[in-house]
């Protein structure tokens, strides 16, 4: 028998009407890529999508076709975010870090009818318009004023478009499963994948993340995407936040210590999110300059390992929560979040900070495994490691278009991560499963070799990773960056791991060097560092 409870589908439009009608008068402010600050309230930018979606149907842009974003975090962004899926077109949020050829190749791949674009990325987008077999036509977001001389065909005007239309538009409803956004995966090897999200998934992904053990968004929150929308969705904050009616700030370009430090204080923001790479210069920026945050209480930090000296250094020094969640690009993004329990009230702040430097615990809606080689079900004792398994609602099923073949073992994503969970749920990821260090028939955590550098007062960064060795397979060396004006030796940072870790996880070697590769999303590229540390010699070796 079934219920009787009313069909509705779970549709974006809905996120935005309920933001105007329950929050009409929060704030969106955005430092504009343009340099000055823009706001405005939910009310106003629900006017403007509902404008957009009527010039985008000007533009006979129907249900299912692309439209491309190559943008900062800022409210035209947000509006594309809402007036292109809101008609039942897809967003395709690109990356802009990528290279010009991956670019071109995921614009064609997703059969890109228009792109969107922020008065940065002109000349980027100038070079690559003869590749772009598909796209035909390019909107810049500025005013008229601001159009630049440009050699992109049938280029047009944001402003114009949106404020040639007027707001008398009602959203069309249409089945909840249909595709809303699509992003592409920046894999080590191979072609980008495309990730194509349903309005279904990404509405009850919102609903998780902004449960209170998840990242706990509430209408008295101002919260600051540093985590850009165009990768993984700014972890759905752009959803999520308007859902529950939150004030947002976005900060554009501007991802510096300073500026993004400057809007934490003017604008009293009191969460914010994005990888450990941008929280590095903000601690940088804050402690050389002796500054404070007056309003922050939450850091929510993912994408890569957040080391424990990070967090430990927020609470002590600042006073700020660090929230460590893991996730992907296939699951919407959020399979785990790093928040405390009941039992751990009395815990001492050190216990307390071994538990945060997991990567945390899934929320309802994620359901996890860890698998040994032959695919068997290991534990969950803190201990036994394998590959990490998930499945659940907003997790992909297939790459768009078929890309790659059928990615599931089972039923089950496999992450491509490799992770421990104890007995209270809470995983930990020692490595992704192409970065583990294989040392005579074991592993070795690449993650806890960097952690304990990164924990050195003298090391910024570190990346620990596996070279061949005629003996053991495999032995780890540390490739290190170190702080400005900071001095450590070889022998000092090897020392500084004795009592650590086991005897025969100490790193063979420590190379000191001025910068780290790093992926078009903020992480470390071990493909290219070991690619740079192709004919380096072992000492032992
Ligand atoms: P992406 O799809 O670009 O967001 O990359 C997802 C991958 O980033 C995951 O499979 C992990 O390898 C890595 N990752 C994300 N969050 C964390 C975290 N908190 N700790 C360690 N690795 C992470």
């Known amino acids: ?45 629900h006017k403007r999508a509902r ?52 670019i071109a190749y995921i614009a064609n791949h997703g059969e890109d009818k228009y792109l969107f674009l922020d008065l940065t990325f002109v000349g980027l987008v100038e070079k690559l318009a003869p590749e772009l077999k598909t796209i035909k036509g390019y909107v810049i977001l500025c005013d008229r004023a601001r159009m630049p001389k440009t050699t992109l065909p049938n280029a047009m005007c944001y402003e114009e478009l949106v404020e ?47 449960l209170p053990d998840t990242l706990n968004l509430s209408a008295r929150d101002c919260v600051l995407p540093v985590v850009p929308m165009f990768h993984a969705n700014a972890w759905s904050l752009p959803y999520g936040c308007t859902m529950i009616g939150v004030k947002m700030v976005f900060p554009g370009p501007h991802l510096d210590g300073k500026s993004v430090h400057e809007l934490f204080e003017t604008e009293h923001v009191s969460m914010s999110a994005g990888v450990p790479t941008v929280w590095l210069a ?66 001492s702040q050190e216990d307390k900070f071994t538990v945060q430097a997991r990567q945390g ?14 695919g068997r079900e290991l534990p969950w004792d803190g201990k036994a490691f394998g590959d990490l398994h998930v499945r659940g609602p907003w997790i992909t099923s297939s790459y768009f278009k078929g890309e790659g073949g059928d990615p599931l073992k089972g039923g089950w994503f496999p992450t491509g991560d490799v992770a421990n969970i104890d007995a209270d749920g809470y995983m930990q990821i020692t490595d992704r ?20 550098a990164v924990a050195h007062p003298a090391v910024a960064e570190a990346a620990a990773i596996g070279i061949v060795h005629p003996k053991w397979d495999e032995r780890p060396i540390l490739v290190v960056v170190k702080k400005a004006g900071a001095e450590v030796s070889r022998e000092e940072l090897l020392k500084f791991y004795e009592g650590k ?24 590229s071990k493909l290219n560092l070991r690619q740079q540390f192709q004919s380096y010699k072992l000492p032992s070796a």
């Open 51 to 102: 404008k957009l979606a009527k010039a985008l149907l000007a533009l006979s842009v129907k249900l299912g076709d692309r439209v491309a974003t190559l943008a900062w975090n800022g409210y035209r962004h947000y509006e594309l975010y809402y007036g292109v899926s809101g008609i039942g077109a897809i967003i395709h949020t690109i990356n802009p870090r990528l290279f010009g050829e991956q």
């Open 501 to 524: 870790i086991a005897k025969w996880w100490m790193p063979e070697d420590v190379v000191f060097v001025n910068e780290l590769p790093h992926t078009a999303t903020g992480k470390l």
């Open 361 to 374: 615990r899934a929320p309802f809606g994620v359901d996890m495994r860890i698998v040994d080689t032959q």
């Open 282 to 347: 903000l601690l940088n920026f804050v402690k050389e300059n002796k500054l404070k945050f007056s309003t922050l209480k939450t850091l929510v930090i993912g994408g890569s390992a957040a080391p424990p000296a990070m967090i430990r250094g927020f609470r002590n020094e600042f006073g700020v929560n660090v929230l460590h969640a893991w996730g992907m690009t296939e699951m919407s993004p959020l399979g785990t979040a790093g928040t405390l329990k009941a039992k751990h009230a009395d815990a």
């Open 164 to 210: 040639a239309q007027d707001d008398r538009y009602e959203w069309p409803t249409f089945d909840e499963r249909t595709a809303c956004g699509l992003c592409y995966t920046s894999g080590t090897t191979g072609n980008p994948k495309g990730v194509l999200y349903t309005h279904r998934s990404t509405i009850i992904h919102a609903y998780a993340a902004a």
């Open 1 to 45: 028998m079934h219920g009787l409870m009313m069909e509705q589908p779970l549709l974006i439009s809905d996120l935005i009407r309920h933001a105007d009608r329950h929050h009409g008068s929060t704030e969106i402010v955005s430092k504009r890529v343009e340099g000055d600050i823009h706001r405005y309230t939910y009310r106003d930018a």
């Open 433 to 452: 499963s192409k970065d583990v260090i294989k040392s005579g028939g074991e592993w070795i955590s690449s993650i806890d070799l960097e952690n304990i």
